[in-house]
């Protein structure tokens, strides 16, 4: 199981980041529009600085923005060139009839590859079978058109098992939490998930209610009784004892005598 960050946004990728769950990131051309205009090749540098910084080698999977095959080829050796010393980078190509050239071609000249858009059993089998190191299913898209996205998943998935393919399933398209939880149970290798969805995903009333009712309880616990002399601390009451001027036991001693002297 695996969960990747399917966002180009620098400041949900790093919140995620330090806190350890993420596996990999994953952006498309939609994703990027959504972001502040500029230089495209600096922001995914920025991206793989902040995995850097925070000593992550996972994948990084960023996508050809072009529907011609031999242009996606020349795209991807950009890529590899710009951001290459990133040795996790793969290439997002998405699936189709020439777009399995594409991805073999990736492949011989060792570029990682993330086949992308698949909708069907089809489609992510003949993707696996053409070399592709990842498959991405879109969850949300499949069941637009009225199709079990979880069964698709399954059915990969054993598929994959049988024949032994080093490929990896990605679910994408996340629409709500319960896609998260039934793509992993379907078989999904990897969840790609918007970051709305991170702090809901371990947010639960019941957990904030039991954490208050520790607090409280262990506060109360703590608080010294209203009339009750405070006790000494063990470690205090230790150094009182061996204190030959300070003992309490001697102190009682030297009070009983001056106690009788007075008599």
């Known amino acids: 199981m695996k969960i990747f960050i399917d966002s180009a946004n620098l400041e949900e990728i790093e919140d995620a980041l ?9 952006t498309n051309p939609s994703i990027l529009s959504k972001e502040k205009k500029g230089d495209f090749k600096a922001h995914i540098q920025k991206i793989i600085d902040l995995l850097e910084k925070y000593g992550y080698d996972i994948p990084l999977s960023v996508e050809v923005f072009t529907t011609d095959p031999s242009e996606m080829i020349s795209q991807a050796e950009t ?4 951001f290459g010393r990133y040795k996790n980078l793969n290439v997002k190509v998405p699936i189709g009839w020439d777009e399995l050239a594409v991805i073999r071609e990736l492949r011989l000249r060792g570029v990682k590859v993330n086949c992308t858009c698949c909708m069907s059993f089809n489609q992510a089998v003949m993707a696996a079978m053409a070399g592709a190191n990842f498959v991405s299913l879109f969850v949300g898209r499949i069941r637009d058109t009225g199709y079990d ?3 698709i998943i399954s059915q990969v998935h054993q598929v994959f098992k049988e024949w032994n ?10 629409r709500h939490i319960h896609d998260i939880n039934d793509s992993l149970r379907a078989g999904a290798d990897i969840v790609t998930v918007p970051p709305k969805f991170f ?7 019941k957990t904030d209610e039991v954490v208050q009712q520790f607090m409280t309880d262990f506060k109360a616990w703590m608080a010294p009784d209203n009339g009750a002399p405070a ?10 004892a061996s204190n030959p001027i300070l003992s309490p036991a001697r102190s009682r001693r030297a009070t009983a005598g001056a106690a009788g002297g007075r008599r």
């Open 18 to 26: 330090k806190r350890g769950f993420a596996r990999g990131i994953t």
């Open 231 to 240: 006790q000494p601390e063990p470690l205090l009451a230790s150094k009182l």
């Open 149 to 151: 996205a979880y069964s």
């Open 79 to 82: 890529f590899v060139k710009a």
């Open 165 to 174: 393919y080093p490929c990896e399933i990605i679910a994408g398209s996340i």
């Open 199 to 205: 702090k809901p995903f371990v947010v639960h009333p």
